[in-house]
């Protein structure tokens, strides 16, 4: 089972250049996540989706934007990168969350982008 | 208050030794707890959840969710040197349009020695 696919694995960019980290599930999940994750800290959510043509802001959505126009592609795009965007990006999915369910979230390897 | 604070450690154990781990949320109404873990350069596993007050068991690895308290603990018995890794605490908090949302701790580094 694929799960969460993300590409590429690692990147490196120019300052001032664009790229778009991309991210599929095939588990049908309706909900899709990017988290970038510096080191020796946890995971801030950069945008968030409930579903094809839905996204929201997350904790850090500043130099970044995404789109949904599938339920299984959620990529996110930097566009003019800069050394502070340096991090490991996670894509991640969950099923429809219901008021306390125990739904986890289901992640990608990462991609490793170094802005140079 | 960190919404979700965990000891940053890092946490050393002895092989076969009790490692415990602490979470703790700021959010009265959180409704989920999850525990995920991260090898190096990996990313993060789901290990455990928990939603309800007490213990919940899984092989070597127990849950704790003391919701008056706030917290939420994660046990792991006879601790073995691949149990070595950083454990990742996230609260899924209550109601409204954010209950799908999780926020991590920045997690605990535990290293077990052979």
């Known amino acids: 089972n694929a799960g969460v696919t993300q590409t590429p694995k690692f990147r490196i960019l120019k300052i001032g250049q664009s790229m778009t980290l991309q991210c599929a599930q095939d588990m049908n999940h309706n909900y899709m996540y990017w988290y970038r994750q510096d080191p020796g800290m946890g995971l801030k959510l950069i945008y968030y989706s409930v579903g094809a043509g839905i996204t929201d802001k997350g904790e850090v959505p500043n130099g970044y934007n995404v789109s949904r126009s599938t339920t299984e592609d959620f990529p996110l795009r930097l566009e003019l990168a800069a050394p502070s965007q340096t991090s490991v990006y996670f894509c991640a999915s969950s099923r429809l969350v219901r008021q306390g369910s125990n739904q986890p979230q289901h992640f990608g390897d990462g991609t490793r982008l170094s802005i140079l | 208050q960190k919404e979700v604070e965990q000891n940053s450690g890092p946490l050393s154990v002895p092989e076969g030794a009790i490692a415990s781990l602490n979470c703790t949320y700021s959010?009265?109404?959180?409704?989920?707890f999850f525990w995920y873990r991260q090898y190096s350069g990996k990313s993060p596993e789901l290990i455990m959840s928990?939603?309800?007050?007490g213990d919940k068991e899984d092989g070597r690895f127990t849950a704790q969710l003391n919701k008056a308290s706030q917290y939420v603990s994660l046990l792991i018995r006879d601790s073995q040197p691949s149990d070595s890794a950083t454990y990742l605490c996230a609260v899924r908090k209550s109601g409204g349009g954010s209950n799908y949302k999780l926020t991590f701790g920045k997690g605990t580094l535990l290293t077990v020695n052979p």
């Open positions: 959010d009265r109404g959180s409704q989920s």
């Open positions: 928990i939603y309800s007050n």
